[in-house]
């Protein structure tokens, strides 16, 4: 069975189908209010998307391992470590939160 990739209003939706038809049946069914704007046959039946292409690329640091850093230095002081983590990376509150929460319940 092919695979296709369907490019809708506010998605791009990859998925197997016996033909064009039933591809864009999937798309309106699974989301009705938007409109089909592109359809394509995929070569083969893997997917492969480029990290560069969504904006994301290779850091020469782990975010674990900067959020590890920052609760060490802090010395588990989450405010501490939060604030820490924005200044080294540039990240917004919301996004160090996030990552040093995490890793506090990975068991810093």
Same mark, same amino acid.
């Given at each position: 069975?092919?695979?296709?990739?369907?490019?809708?209003? %506010?998605?791009? *939706? *990859? #998925?197997?189908?016996?033909?064009?038809?039933?591809?864009?049946?999937?798309?309106?069914?699974?989301?009705?209010?938007?409109?089909?704007?592109?359809?394509?046959?995929?070569?083969?039946?893997?997917?492969? *998307?480029?990290?560069? #292409?969504? @904006?994301?690329? =290779?850091?020469?640091?782990?975010?674990?391992?900067?959020?590890?850093?920052?609760?060490?230095?802090?010395?588990?002081?989450?405010?501490? %470590?939060?604030?820490?983590?924005? =200044?080294? #990376? @540039?990240?917004?509150?919301? =996004?160090?939160?996030? %990552?040093?929460?995490?890793?506090?319940?990975?068991?810093?």
């Amino acid at each position: 069975m092919p695979l296709f990739e369907i490019e809708t209003d %506010a998605h791009i *939706i *990859i #998925t197997w189908s016996a033909d064009d038809k039933g591809a864009v049946g999937m798309a309106t069914q699974c989301y009705p209010e938007e409109a089909v704007r592109r359809i394509t046959k995929r070569p083969r039946d893997s997917w492969v *998307i480029s990290k560069a #292409t969504l @904006g994301i690329t =290779q850091s020469k640091s782990d975010p674990c391992a900067m959020a590890r850093d920052c609760l060490s230095q802090a010395s588990g002081d989450k405010v501490h %470590a939060v604030r820490l983590y924005m =200044q080294k #990376t @540039g990240t917004d509150l919301e =996004q160090a939160r996030k %990552a040093i929460e995490s890793n506090m319940a990975m068991g810093w």
